[in-house]
């Protein structure tokens, strides 16, 4: 089995400062995990993702995450938001390296809000 | 280049009528295809699969079902709907290796009313 918490709904920042959007997961396997973001109406598109490389994982738009097994956690942050940066996260987990797409299990979503 | 493409944008629909949402992607072939459901302050919810034509796996018993009649073309239908069948319906599509990035359509905010 496997779940993932996001633990804010909704994250305000002021323009130019840092970004951290957290995320905790639970599985039973050894999981991949994703960030995807959401622009309102539209579909998602892939920030980042962590597939047992390296545990610091860089993304699109200056996003980062860091997958941290002893916490069970993969938290997504920037260190200076803009204005373009607000939109819905997703964190989304994987069974496994081993396993496609039908076995995903997404976040309730973190609604971020860029203060100009 | 790959490109997925998912109408109508929106569609209100009364309760007890037909749906019919078409997803369609180019640029490759054999595709996983994917329906998905977001209900609002909510996560997405798998309602379907298909890794070829004609094979359809559900993930949720449901009101709704979903055919793939073409490689590149994936349907999802209703006969009759109701209220609960309100949200934003997404497509997606992913090349079929494990862990490749899903690729999402546009897509569909239907209303029943």
């Known amino acids: 089995a496997q779940s993932v918490t996001q633990l804010d709904s909704h994250v305000s920042v002021s323009e130019g400062t840092p970004v951290l959007l957290r995320c905790n997961y639970s599985?039973?396997?050894?999981?991949?995990l994703f960030w995807y973001v959401q622009h309102p109406n539209k579909g998602l598109q892939l920030l980042l993702k962590?597939?047992?490389?390296?545990?610091l994982v860089k993304g699109i738009n200056g996003f980062e995450a860091e997958f941290k097994k002893s916490e069970t956690s993969f938290h997504l942050t920037k260190p200076s938001a803009h204005m373009s940066d607000a939109a819905e996260y997703f964190c989304?987990?994987?069974?496994?390296?081993?396993?496609?797409?039908?076995?995903?299990?997404f976040g309730t979503g973190t609604r971020l809000t860029i203060i100009p | 280049s790959q490109t997925i493409h998912q109408w109508p944008a929106t569609l209100v629909q009364p309760v007890g009528s037909p749906l019919s949402l078409e997803c369609t992607v180019e640029?490759?072939?054999?595709?996983?295809l994917y329906w998905y459901r977001q209900a609002a302050g909510r996560g997405l919810q798998l309602l379907f699969y298909?890794?070829?034509?004609?094979?359809i796996s559900s993930e949720v018993p449901q009101n709704l079902s979903a055919s793939r009649p073409q490689d590149r073309q994936f349907i999802l239908s209703s006969k009759k709907l109701l209220l609960s069948d309100s949200g934003f319906y997404l497509c997606?599509?992913?090349?079929?290796?494990?862990?490749?990035?899903?690729?999402f359509g546009q897509g569909t905010r239907l209303t029943v009313v």
């Open positions: 997606a599509w992913d090349p079929g290796q494990v862990v490749s990035e899903a690729f």
């Open positions: 599985s039973s396997y050894s999981p991949s």
């Open positions: 989304v987990v994987s069974r496994g390296p081993n396993f496609g797409n039908e076995k995903l299990t």
């Open positions: 962590y597939t047992s490389a390296a545990t």
């Open positions: 298909s890794v070829g034509i004609g094979q």
């Open positions: 640029g490759t072939s054999n595709p996983n």
